[in-house]
């Protein structure tokens, strides 16, 4: 079940990804596609969340719109979905609620929970197949861009999703997950496990219906100490990135570029380079300068890693924090990728967006 496509007529970030000397730094955007666009809205109307991810037609179409609207500024798209769809896979259920993010009716408050041992014994071929919407999506998307720019694929990372299986939605305080990590460590490490071979499969999956990188979203990974980063992140992070490629052999697949966003978790930048990812992204609480020094002769890739909230800022604010950013990097002809440090968040003028990048485009060109 291998696809045909059109050859890419941009591959700039697989080769800023495979570490080769590049002409100006790839560009994309975390969240994309999403809530600041006005095309957004009215593509989505009043369609559940879930219900856009799971028709490919909705979600190819949402997938594109940024592609679309700033065309020749953006260097890669990222398959509209998202990382809560493995929980819903693993049994549990998940709504959107408006305005107010994810809510899990019943979340796993225990060990004991008889939903625990039902999620444990869920098989992770098993749990991957109920994700065919996902991977309809990433080939029909693929036919849409027609070669234009690569598409990401992407999962939550285990402990982001534990978090949410056990708070049930957002949080401040992480109580319940701090529980587990706290008072049942064993069995918090036996669903972080499970997670990470569902993660597995299901990207492997991804790639085998046109994704041409993927990214594991740690978005909670700051949560976290460094004791117990260390006992409760990375390894599942180095589960993945050691076992997907070996499962994309086993599929006939060549490897694709893998990319880490353990968001907050600076404290451990230096260990992260070595989790076997090809690229890392960073938020914006570290400079760049200082990650590069961090990152030392190592051959990964940075991502990142501006404040997603300069785009509520002036033109002259945005010049000057991508003109720190470029230099930061080293210039953007090798080793970075151009992002945000986190999501693109709502009500950000999309016409602030565009001249993000073309700032980022301009400077890095040079
Ligand atoms: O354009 C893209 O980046 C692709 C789509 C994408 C979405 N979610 C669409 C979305 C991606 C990559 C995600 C990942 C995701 N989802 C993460 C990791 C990235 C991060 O931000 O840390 C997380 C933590 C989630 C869980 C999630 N989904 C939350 C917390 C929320 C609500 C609040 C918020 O920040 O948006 C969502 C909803 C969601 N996912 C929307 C979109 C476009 C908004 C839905 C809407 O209200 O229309």
């Known amino acids: 079940?291998?696809?045909?496509?059109?050859?890419?007529?941009?591959?700039?970030?697989?080769?800023?990804?495979?570490?080769?000397?590049?002409?100006?730094?790839?560009?994309?955007?975390?969240?994309?596609?999403?809530r600041y666009l006005p095309e957004y809205h009215e593509a989505k109307g009043n369609r559940d969340f879930f219900e856009c991810c799971r028709d490919p037609e909705?979600?190819?179409?949402?997938?594109?719109?940024?592609?679309?609207?700033?065309a020749?500024?953006?260097?890669?798209?990222?398959?509209?979905?998202?990382?809560?769809?493995v929980p819903q896979a693993l049994g549990m259920a998940v709504e959107m609620v408006d305005k107010k993010g994810p809510h899990f009716p019943d979340p796993l408050r225990s060990p004991d929970d008889g939903q625990y041992a039902r999620v444990l014994g869920r098989d992770a071929a098993a749990a991957a197949d109920e994700l065919d919407y996902v991977y309809r999506a990433i080939t029909l998307t693929r036919r849409k861009l027609r070669g234009r720019v690569p598409l990401i694929g992407f999962c939550g990372a285990p402990w982001t999703l534990f978090c949410y299986m056990v708070e049930g939605g957002g949080t401040k305080f992480f109580i319940e997950s701090k529980k587990w990590v706290y008072r049942h460590p064993d069995a918090t490490k036996a669903l972080l496990q499970k997670i990470a071979e569902v993660c597995v499969e299901y990207l492997a999956r991804q790639v085998r219906a046109g994704a041409q990188l993927i990214q594991v979203f740690d978005s909670w990974a700051g949560e976290l100490s460094p004791s117990t980063f260390k006992h409760f992140s990375e390894p599942y992070l180095a589960y993945i990135s050691k076992n997907l490629p070996e499962r994309l052999r086993e599929l006939g697949l060549d490897p694709v570029p893998m990319i880490v966003f353990p968001k907050g978790a600076n404290y451990a930048l230096d260990s992260i380079c070595d989790l076997g990812y090809d690229v890392v992204g960073l938020d914006w609480l570290i400079e760049p300068a200082k990650a590069v020094e961090i990152r030392g002769v190592r051959r990964?890739?940075?991502?990142?890693?501006?404040?997603?909230?300069?785009?509520y800022g002036s033109r002259d604010a945005i010049s000057e924090t991508v003109k720190e950013?470029?230099?930061?990097?080293?210039?953007?002809?090798?080793?970075?990728?151009?992002?945000?440090?986190?999501?693109?968040?709502?009500?950000?003028?999309?016409?602030?967006?565009?001249?993000?990048?073309?700032?980022?485009?301009?400077l890095t060109a040079k």
């Open 1 to 34: 079940m291998t696809h045909e496509f059109e050859p890419l007529t941009n591959d700039l970030i697989l080769r800023t990804a495979r570490g080769e000397d590049v002409e100006r730094a790839p560009i994309w955007i975390m969240r994309q596609a999403g």
């Open 58 to 70: 909705v979600a190819s179409t949402l997938t594109l719109q940024p592609i679309e609207r700033f």
């Open 72 to 85: 020749g500024l953006l260097d890669a798209s990222i398959i509209f979905s998202d990382i809560l769809v």
């Open 300 to 311: 990964v890739v940075f991502q990142g890693n501006a404040d997603p909230g300069v785009l």
């Open 325 to 362: 950013m470029v230099q930061g990097f080293g210039g953007g002809k090798k080793g970075w990728i151009a992002n945000l440090g986190h999501g693109i968040t709502p009500q950000v003028n999309p016409e602030d967006l565009r001249f993000y990048l073309q700032e980022i485009q301009r």
